[in-house]
């Protein structure tokens, strides 16, 4: 069990009547564990409103998505605990300054568990635990949300969801506005919980040499619908990504560069510059 969309479309209706279709019949299976899943395409290609569906933040129009075993569709059912499949799914918003609420970053974080009816204590301690996992101390607890910067807010708005200890996790660009360290303290962060728990973590993101690096599934939207789903390596390999109007890796077009330009006859499908570097070394040794 996991999360099923069946030929789910999300139509936006405006006050001016007109109407907007951001996701248009997609099918996609993401099962419940073991899933490292990254979710890419240009902006306004429907990645966030695809995101806000899988743990029932929003209901489709058409179509419906199962979600471990409750069929989600654009009528409410009276027998599903909504709030109990946002638990089981935890959602972190692109703009954490949606998810910020409390005047604490404490009593923020402790706002999921306690929701939970997790006790006061254990809440607290589950605060301080969630908190120094996306790389920030104790004197944050009692700052206000909204005075810190955009970095901070975002790896609070993360912590909040940790605390929660959902089965799925879906990260809406965690790392973007983050410097290249930040990055990548997450980018581990969530790499090892994945490998420590199986847990399913979905996240989306427009950086590409994380997508190669770290994933093991892409799924691409291209104007709202989905248009790719498979291994990085697929993906890169062919002219999906242009197709998509998506970028290559920093490493891929380094090397495509050097073939090029120095007319070499280098693999280009290199994950990490030490791996391309390794790779340049071993082609100018029989040069
Ligand atoms: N509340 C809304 N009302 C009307 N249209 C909306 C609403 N939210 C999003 N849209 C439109 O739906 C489309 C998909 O938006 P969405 O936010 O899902 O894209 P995205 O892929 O997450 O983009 P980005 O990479 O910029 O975050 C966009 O064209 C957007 O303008
Ligand atoms: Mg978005």
Avoid: C, W
Avoid at 45 to 50: E, M, R, V
Avoid at 90 to 100: A, K, S, T
Avoid at 126 to 155: M, Q, T, W
């Amino acid at each position: 069990m996991g999360i099923r969309f069946r030929n789910v479309s999300h139509e936006y209706s405006s006050y001016t009547k007109k109407t907007y279709k951001a996701i248009q019949d997609i099918n996609l299976s993401i099962e419940g564990t073991n899933e490292f899943i990254a979710l890419v395409g240009h902006t306004g290609s429907g990645k966030s409103t695809l995101a806000k569906h899988m743990n029932a933040l929003m209901f489709p129009t058409d179509g419906s998505v199962e979600i471990f075993g409750s069929e989600v569709t654009k009528k409410r059912n009276k027998k599903i605990k909504y709030n109990d499949l946002r638990r089981q799914v935890g959602l972190v918003f692109q703009f954490p300054e949606y998810q910020l609420f409390e005047e604490t970053v404490e009593k923020d974080i402790m706002f999921g568990p306690l929701n939970f009816k997790v006790d006061s204590e254990k809440a607290k301690t589950l605060a301080r635990e969630a908190l120094s996992l996306v790389g920030l101390d104790d004197s944050y607890l009692n700052r206000n949300p909204f005075n810190l910067s955009g970095g901070e807010k975002k790896r609070v708005s993360i912590a909040g969801i940790l605390a929660i200890d959902p089965k799925v996790l879906v990260l809406d660009e965690p790392t973007s506005g983050l410097d290249p360290y930040g990055r990548q303290v997450l980018m581990n962060l969530f790499s090892d919980i994945h490998k420590k728990t199986n847990k399913s973590i979905i996240i989306i993101t427009h950086d590409m040499d994380l997508v190669y690096r770290y994933f093991k599934r892409v799924i691409v939207l291209k104007d709202g619908e989905l248009t790719f789903d498979g291994t990085p390596d697929k993906l890169f390999q062919s002219d999906i990504i242009e197709q998509n109007h998506l970028d290559l890796p920093n490493t891929v077009k380094a090397l495509k560069q050097l073939n090029e330009k120095l007319n070499l006859n280098l693999d280009v499908y290199q994950k990490t510059p030490e791996a391309a570097a390794k790779e340049v070394r071993r082609v100018m040794k029989h040069e």
